[in-house]
């Protein structure tokens, strides 16, 4: 559940369960009235408070209205939404974004592709700031989540196409800070793949940690068969040993913290349970 279901759900939740018996049954009875009658029913013969709050979030989930895409992903309408409200909490002021060329209008998802998705990619300050805001916001859409020593917080990451010396400090030229813009990605593409052999300086980097972010459902339904973890193609980054770059962040879904997990990798390294997605137009 991502944070802004988190809030309204919580808050409604507490102001029914606080709500005295006569009030709570009449409630009850119009949300039942509302709902198909089979759902009302449920509530109504419900043995508890719980139990038939729990009816009243599944059978509105379910409406067309408030329907994921594909079963995984927010609605095109609620991601912006949603960046709003996050910056908000992280006094992060929006005056300051500014949108790459003209603000297009919202992409749409694929209704024959389950893998492509609709992204708000954005860019902080710095590299390095969008990378730990993306990922601080994935994370608070999951239960659980972990993250490598190779990739200790906060990451030393540069874009694929900063060619300086690998001592240099700060942010490449190629690197745009305080910007927004649509994007849609494939996911599955280039699967068991090593980075180095397919990727180039336009391969999608932080847009997959806001993906993650936006989507959390689609990160809690990867099972490394049909919805996979992802490498960051379009970023370099350097363990907290390393001299050099050469290591490619990647993204997952831990077995063992039941949860998101955040690690990295050589470039020239493959894994059958992860993808090298790239954008599609």
């Known amino acids: 559940m991502d944070r802004r279901q988190k809030k309204g759900g919580g808050a409604v939740a507490a102001n029914l369960l606080s709500m005295k018996g006569g009030r709570f049954l009449a409630v009850m009875n119009k949300l039942g009235e509302a709902l198909p009658a089979k759902v009302g029913d449920a509530i109504l013969d419900a043995d508890d408070r719980e139990d038939a709050l729990k009816e009243i979030v599944e059978a509105i989930n379910a409406l067309p209205r408030f329907a994921l895409v594909h079963g995984v992903y927010t609605r095109r309408g609620d991601l912006f939404e949603n960046f709003i409200e996050r910056c908000k909490e992280k006094g992060i002021d929006l005056a300051r974004f500014s949108w790459l060329g003209f603000p297009a209008a919202i992409p749409h998802f694929d209704p024959n592709d389950p893998e492509t998705v609709v992204v708000l990619d954005a860019t902080l300050g710095t590299l390095r700031e969008t990378f730990e805001f993306a990922w601080q916001w994935a994370k608070d859409g999951q239960e659980d989540s972990g993250r490598s020593n190779r990739m200790i917080s ?4 540069r874009l694929l196409s900063d060619e300086r010396p690998d001592d240099a400090e700060g942010d490449g030229p190629d690197f745009t800070p305080w910007t927004l813009s649509w ?4 996911l599955d593409t280039n699967v068991g793949r090593r980075p180095f052999d397919v990727r180039d300086p336009k391969s999608p980097g932080c847009a997959l940690l806001f993906m993650a972010a936006e989507h959390p459902k689609r990160i809690k339904a990867m099972d ?3 919805r996979l973890g992802f ?3 379009g970023l370099w980054c350097m363990a907290p040993d390393d001299r050099v770059w050469r290591s ?5 879904f831990s077995f063992n913290c039941h949860g998101l997990w955040l690690d990295s990798d050589a470039g020239c390294c493959s894994r059958d349970d992860l993808a090298i997605p790239s954008f599609r137009e």
């Open 154 to 157: 906060p990451a030393k990451i």
């Open 183 to 186: 994007r849609r990605i494939k």
């Open 224 to 226: 490394r068969k049909k």
């Open 231 to 233: 490498w960051l193609p």
């Open 248 to 252: 490619v962040p990647y993204v997952d």
